[in-house]
């Protein structure tokens, strides 16, 4: 009890779909105008993250 | 109070046996303890609904490990998974950071960057797989295991199936890796508007190419054949050579000693015993019975061996030390046949060997102060210069080298580069 680690896979795609999530919502409020050429490099970058995250725990 | 484990449900892992892609919907399903048909329908429903669904899946695909796989199938290792993982990761983020200098504004040029990019992540496909699969000298190891009984009936060590899943592999990373490097040219030709131009280049060597290929066609298939069967005799000539080289060494050697040792059968009993436990461990690839775990033990055991069979003192320094390995392996026999020899014909005087071990090579000498001899004058019919020491060093891609004249005592070097031999 108590011992169990964090999955960081599992924290950094949290992470990265909770960041998603906001932008989407600045998108929808109006604050944030979420073009193609914006979303592409944060879905991409998210995507990466996740993927790095998930391979480097993998490693270990 | 409620216990975890009575109630813990399964990690998420891919159902591949279960599932009919890749397993997502079925190991969401056990994962959730709900039906698999309504984790399916949601994701028919996100993707309908702009495309969510196949992105989630996609990403449920690359993130989330397989779990048992379907009977004969053996599960990918997952440490080549977590390096793919990790290796398309980083190709997302360096798009990403294209993706948001291009919209910042900080561009060259779209013909010249995104045709830089498919090239780098062809090149880097085909130089890894090609580096990766060295097309490394056959050294001869032992034979293949003979198998008793109850080995029959089980699988071999490296099945057909296994086989042709690696050959799959990288002839798909290959094809993909040059289907991006061809279309970094496309690319490129497109943006500078040089591919309408080029089509007429194109479609001319196209025409050339076929022609050629069928003239030549009968010729080159020919010319792949004769290559393959002159390397799979290559092959079972230097397997012969390694028997026969192995046969001299043990069983040849342990003959002799029962003939000059007829008179005395309980020492003939044991040799002919322990010569029969090494054979039958040879012929089932499993090391031999006390065999040493490095190649300084290993000297230190063959020299103890020599010296009890001839009762000639072996004197063994070693300077470092390598585990053993097939090349190595090679070593110590050839090393061993060295000192056999030194003991039967140096004249009673002692055995030096010295080993030298160091990142880059590996030096092992034997001498003997014995009246020597004239290497070129050995009959061709004795093997044991010849195949055991020499041929044997050869075939493991090492050199031996023999130096010695009438009068003079005998000196045997064996040399074998480490450097890029295991990676160290």
Redesign the interface.
């Known amino acids: 009890m108590g011992d169990r680690r964090p999955d960081i ?1 599992s924290l950094a ?1 949290g992470l990265a779909i909770g960041l998603v999530g906001i932008l989407v919502l600045l998108d929808d409020s109006g604050a944030l105008d979420l073009s193609f ?2 979303f ?3 879905a ?2 998210a ?10 725990s ?2 270990e | 109070m409620t216990s975890l484990a009575s109630g813990a449900r399964p990690r998420l892992r891919r159902d591949r046996a279960g599932g009919w892609i890749a397993g997502v919907c079925s190991g969401l399903a056990r994962r959730l303890g709900a039906d698999p048909a309504l984790v399916r329908l949601a994701f028919v429903v996100a993707t309908a609904a702009g495309g969510l669904g196949v992105a989630l899946y996609a990403l449920a695909w690359l993130v989330v490990p397989a779990g048992d796989a379907p009977a004969g199938e053996r599960r990918r290792p997952s440490s080549a998974r977590a390096s793919v993982q990790v290796a398309v990761g980083s190709g997302l983020l360096l798009l990403s950071a294209l993706l948001t200098f291009r919209a910042l504004g900080l561009w060259f040029s779209d013909a010249i960057v995104w045709p830089l990019v498919l090239i780098a992540a062809g090149g880097v496909l085909i130089w890894r797989q090609s580096l990766g699969q060295p097309d490394a000298p056959e050294a001869p190891t032992r034979p293949r295991p003979v198998p008793t009984a109850p080995e029959q009936a089980a699988p071999a060590t490296r099945d057909p199936a296994e086989a042709a899943r690696t050959a799959a592999v990288a002839v798909s990373r290959t094809g993909v890796g040059v289907a991006l490097v061809i279309a970094a040219g496309f690319a490129f030709l497109q943006g500078t508007g040089a591919l309408s131009a080029a089509k007429d280049v194109l479609l001319a060597v196209f025409a050339a190419v076929v022609v050629l290929g069928v003239i030549f066609a009968p010729w080159i298939v020919r010319l792949v054949r004769s290559l393959a069967a002159e390397r799979s005799e290559r092959i079972r000539s230097q397997e012969r050579a390694e028997v026969a080289a192995h046969l001299h060494d043990s069983v040849l050697q342990t003959l002799a000693m029962v003939q000059r040792r007829a008179d005395e059968p309980r020492e003939v009993a044991a040799l002919a015993r322990r010569q029969e436990r090494e054979l039958r461990a040879w012929l089932a690839g499993r090391p031999a019975p006390g065999q040493a775990a490095s190649l300084g033990a290993a000297l230190e055991a063959a020299a103890a061996e020599v010296e009890g069979r001839h009762g000639v003192p072996v004197e063994t320094v070693a300077v470092g030390d390598a585990p053993l390995d097939p090349a190595t392996e090679a070593v110590v026999a050839a090393a061993r046949e060295a000192m056999t020899n030194a003991a039967k014909f140096g004249g009673g005087s002692t055995v030096d060997v010295f080993a030298e071990v160091s990142p880059e090579r590996l030096n092992v000498f034997v001498r003997d102060r014995g009246p020597g001899f004239d290497p070129t004058q050995v009959p061709p019919d004795r093997r044991g210069v010849r195949e055991s020491i020499v041929g044997r060093m050869r075939r493991h891609g090492g050199r031996a080298t023999i130096t010695s004249a009438p009068g003079s005592g005998t000196e045997v070097e064996l040399l074998l580069e480490r450097s890029g031999r295991d990676g160290s």
């Open positions: 896979a795609a050429a914006v592409a490099p944060v991409c970058a995507t990466g993250a996740i993927l790095v995250a998930a391979g480097l993998r490693r």
